[in-house]
């Protein structure tokens, strides 16, 4: 596994370091202790070989640094297809909701109940909708009580959790993913995703679909 592989190199990276540091130590205690006796030339040479191995320590670090960013990289592409997968679960337990009015009558005032939520939009974090993650319609098997459980968990209260300053932002409003988004179909968008509330949407608009900045650009252009 990729993840596994990085962690091991960092390992690695880590222990060399630690070895160099160890090799600095010898090296500046006897630097210390024969400067003394030492001609101006094995100066110079004795303090290359301490600048030699400070050089590799930074080299050791740079490259960890590198594999660190790339493995942030990675869990963050594998969190957001969880997202998606959620988002797609949540919608399916919402048809199966649906479905069941027809069934159970007594769920309709749960429905009712939630209506408000719903139209404010869920607010779960990292959600995303495009051409191929958009929520497919379809019923699962299961009981009501069981969708009802779960649907009484609002995707909101994921904004409890701390948020990572790292983590990249979006939209017009510039914060970070959460609830339903949708991207631009221009390639060269700067911004290219954007939160449902923030471009007054409910639902995603069938066909392309451009951001207000984009919208105003391709005005601009004719």
């Not at 939160?195 to 601009?220: I, M, N, S, Y």
Request: charged share 35%.
């Amino acid at each position: 596994m990729a993840l596994q592989r990085n962690f091991q190199l960092m390992r690695e990276l880590d222990q060399r370091t630690e070895d160099k540091k160890a090799e600095i130590d010898s090296l500046a205690a006897e630097y210390i202790e024969s400067v003394k006796n030492m001609l101006p030339e094995e100066r110079v040479e004795h303090l290359k070989k301490i600048q030699s191995a400070y050089s590799k320590c930074k080299e050791y670090s740079d490259d960890k640094v590198q594999l660190a960013m790339q493995t942030y990289e990675m869990v963050d592409k594998h969190i957001r297809r969880l997202d998606a997968d959620l988002a797609r679960f949540e919608a399916d337990l919402k048809d199966k909701l649906e479905g069941s009015d027809f069934e159970n009558p007594g769920s309709r005032s749960l429905k009712k109940g939630r209506s408000q939520k719903d139209k404010r939009g869920s607010r779960g974090r990292g959600r995303r909708t495009s051409e191929e993650d958009t929520p497919k319609k379809k019923k699962l098997k299961g009981g009501s009580e069981f969708a009802d459980t779960i649907l009484s968990v609002h995707p909101s209260d994921v904004l409890d959790m701390p948020v990572d300053p790292n983590e990249p932002t979006y939209c017009l409003c510039h914060q970070v993913s959460y609830g339903e988004m949708i991207g631009c179909d221009n390639q060269d968008c700067p911004i290219e995703w954007f939160h449902f509330a923030c471009v007054d949407l409910t639902t995603k608009p069938k066909g392309k679909w451009f951001c207000p900045r984009c919208v105003q650009e391709r005005k601009k252009k004719k």
